[in-house]
């Protein structure tokens, strides 16, 4: 079964960075385009990058470009999201998101705490 597992969350000073990993298994990784949501407190779920199959193309939600950067490893199964200059606007749960035969797929989410 599909298995998307969210890890490198945690607590950063305004300005730091982290880099988010999410491990996919359970359907061919290479044939799929991903994406990384965050849902803040009390906010909807908001679309934060995708990335094609091939990781040549890229997008971004307006309130990240220039900071995030997404990525994904196909040998590995991971797709990766650095954030840099975080800001604390940026606090949330942070998910990875695949949508395969019309169904989507969630992780369990990993925190990012953005704070002084």
């Known amino acids: 079964q599909v298995q998307l597992v969210e890890s490198g969350g945690g607590l950063v000073q305004p300005g730091g960075s982290l880099r988010l990993s999410c491990a996919a298994s359970?359907?061919?990784?290479?044939?799929?385009?991903m994406k990384w949501y965050r849902q803040a407190p009390g906010k909807e779920r908001e679309l934060v990058a995708t990335?094609?199959?091939?990781?040549?193309?890229?997008t971004y939600a307006d309130s990240v470009k220039g900071r995030f950067t997404i990525s994904r490893d196909n040998g590995k199964n991971t797709v990766l999201l650095q954030m840099n200059s975080l800001k604390p606007e940026d606090t949330a749960v942070y998910y990875c998101?695949?949508?395969?035969?019309?169904?989507?797929?969630w992780g369990q989410g990993t925190q990012v705490t953005v704070s002084s």
């Open positions: 990335i094609n199959t091939a990781g040549s193309s890229t």
């Open positions: 998101n695949v949508v395969r035969r019309g169904f989507d797929y």
């Open positions: 359970g359907f061919t990784f290479s044939r799929y385009s």
